[in-house]
């Protein structure tokens, strides 16, 4: 379970209340074992790894080795998840009510970027009800009957 004062001690920043009830709620582990959702440094798990990347992906694709559009605007992003093929969703910090932040996903391949005007439990929400199409790379995300399994419920 995230300490959530313990987080915004840390790194300055409160999280979107969605994001908070959902990691409250499921922990980080990954969705069809494809997208994997990252959580704040909780024990043991692999997905504990959010507040490793604060910086904007945006500033670093600027010297990049491929070319590599970065993100629209000057808003600073947040990765909140991500898949083996190299896509990232985030947060875009348009806004200093984080319950107002939107999503924005980087496409590897395509190397693109979509948006979505609404917070991350709608986008995921949205993704797996076939409400928005996925802009991550696997044809097959998501599957018909979408799992989220827990970081603890992948051993088994």
């Known amino acids: 379970m995230a300490d959530w004062d313990a987080v915004y ?3 300055g920043l409160r999280f979107p209340q969605d994001y908070r009830d959902f990691v409250s709620v499921y922990g980080g582990g990954t969705i069809d074992d494809y ?5 704040p440094p909780t024990g043991e798990s692999f ?13 670093e694709d600027e010297n990049h080795p491929y070319p590599y559009p970065p993100y629209p605007g000057t808003e600073k992003l947040i990765r909140w998840a991500s898949d083996p093929d190299g896509d990232d969703a985030f947060w875009v910090l348009g806004s200093d009510d984080p319950d107002q932040w939107s999503v924005a996903v980087k496409n590897h391949q395509g190397r693109s970027w979509s948006s ?13 009800t076939g409400r928005y199409s996925s802009p991550f790379a696997a044809a097959d995300f998501p599957s018909p009957r979408p799992l989220y399994r827990n970081w603890r419920d992948e051993d088994e």
């Open 9 to 11: 001690e840390q790194c």
């Open 116 to 128: 979505f005007d609404g917070g991350m439990a709608e986008f995921l929400l949205a993704i797996v």
């Open 47 to 59: 997905y504990g790894d959010l507040l490793e990347d604060l910086e904007s992906p945006a500033e």
């Open 35 to 39: 997208l994997g959702i990252s959580t």
